[in-house]
């Protein structure tokens, strides 16, 4: 009799779990099929073609033509400085250099940081930094192995240490294995200069599926390219090409020395009152050719760190398992979800540490809980809404905020409109 209990209890307990994660796939897929908040859909910026002197010019690219005609001029004179953390990226540095050199708007300095390539990317940056005054190479010491997560930021610093960052008013952390559209920089500094409380801001990346031609692409991206979307949430901008206000990027502290740096601090930006997004218009889509989460080694090495990486941030079990039954549907399917989980639980079980930052990952959980009862779309765009207020340009990073906890009308108040929380541009 009381091996029939437990087995009922058993079975039980596994259709309640399976239940709560069919609940929480349902508000995930229900969230973002929601319609996003103007400052995540800037489609009145982004113009495929426009008349420029009488002439029809297109926001496109042939190969070896140079960089596509400048359309609008811009709303401000502006100044950006990309630092790109590198190791043996041979495969791939070509691509991402020509995209970035011809941009509308290149950028006023690139520094690449070689961390210890053994492979031909010092040789292909020296050829670049030759022919481009704006490139300059930074190299590291050998540390005998690829390091992510902490090791990108770490070789990201030994960048930004060399610049005067007051001198731009944005930074970009770009990696060397993307290709990008010729007017992505151009566009990105217009969106943020329509919308001044987007302190970081980013396309979406596409990625080549499995077995497809990984040749040239044709931009604007679109359902006609044969790519398959990385499905990254509008919350934040995306880790391998993070486009920020600098004064943003001192305010929250920069970025964390770990794994889900790139998580933390679009969470660290809605706690100051800025606003972190990221758009799937097509004309700021690019391609990633090394798919997020595949890892220097294998998928599941990738999807198991992610894992451990939102364990570290601070993310409660219940928003783990909404976020691991998404990805099941992403390639590699099921496999990338249960891989996430071993990676929580895991480090959970282990008893790793966690972010240091107690108020943030009060801040975090408050959040996440909102997303989970009323979807992510409509929970970034009221908290959004409700810390409006803690933003302040000019405050010091140093200063204390009031409150981490997000208000609590935010999780059983009425629904926010969508365009709440959105910053007219100041007057002059």
């Known amino acids: ?34 319609s ?9 910026l982004f113009r495929v073609a426009e008349t420029v002197n009488g002439k029809q010019a297109f926001a496109m690219t042939i190969a070896g033509a140079g960089p596509a005609p400048r359309l609008r001029p811009s709303a401000s004179p502006r100044r950006y400085c990309i630092i790109t953390p590198c190791r043996d990226e041979a495969s791939h540095a070509r691509r991402t250099l020509d995209a970035v050199t011809r941009q509308t708007e290149p950028p006023a300095l690139w520094v690449i940081v070689d961390d210890g390539s053994k492979d031909a990317t010092p040789e292909i940056l020296a050829e670049y930094a030759a022919r481009f005054p704006y490139i300059k190479i930074v190299k590291r010491p050998d540390r005998g192995v690829r390091k992510v997560g902490g090791g990108v930021i770490d070789a990201f610093y030994t960048g930004y240490d060399t610049i005067d960052s007051s001198a731009f008013e944005y930074i970009c952390k770009l990696d060397l294995d993307l290709d990008i559209p010729p007017r992505y920089f151009e566009l ?32 604007p991206l679109t359902s006609a390219s044969g790519l398959v979307s990385e499905k990254c949430g509008d919350e934040n901008s995306v880790g391998m090409i993070k486009f920020y206000r600098t004064e943003c990027l001192r305010q929250i502290g920069g970025f964390a020395r770990e794994v889900m740096w790139d998580g933390i601090d679009g969470h660290r930006c809605r706690q100051r ?35 451990f990486g939102q364990y570290f941030m601070g993310t409660t079990p219940a928003y783990m398992l909404a976020s691991a039954a998404f990805r099941m ?45 009323k979807g992510k779309v409509r ?31 935010v999780l059983r108040g009425p629904r926010a409109p969508q365009h709440a929380g959105v910053a007219e541009r100041p007057s002059v």
């Open 379 to 409: 929970a970034t765009a009221e908290v959004n809404s409700q810390l409006a207020t803690r933003w302040r340009p000019g405050r010091p990073t140093s200063e204390p905020l009031m409150s981490t906890v997000i208000p609590a009308r």
């Open 1 to 34: 009799m009381l091996r029939v209990t437990n087995e009922v209890v058993l079975l039980a307990s596994m259709a309640a779990l399976l239940s709560g994660c069919a609940y929480l796939l349902f508000l995930a897929v229900l969230s973002r099929r929601a």
């Open 329 to 373: 549907t992403r390639p590699p399917r099921v496999v990338g979800g249960v891989a996430m989980l071993h990676g929580y639980f895991e480090s959970m079980l282990k008893g790793v540490p966690r972010y240091g930052d107690a108020e943030f990952r009060t801040f975090l959980r408050s959040y996440q809980w909102a997303c989970l009862f």
């Open 36 to 44: 996003p908040p103007p400052y995540a859909n800037p489609e009145l």
């Open 188 to 219: 990105a500094m217009d969106w943020m200069e329509a919308y001044p409380r987007i302190g970081t801001c980013s396309g979406k990346p596409y990625f080549f599926p499995a077995g497809g031609a990984s040749g040239p692409v044709r931009f």
């Open 273 to 307: 009152g800025w606003i972190a997004v990221s758009s799937d218009h097509p004309q700021l889509r690019f391609v990633h050719l090394r798919p997020m989460g595949t890892s220097h080694k294998s998928w599941w090495t990738g999807r198991a760190r992610h894992g």
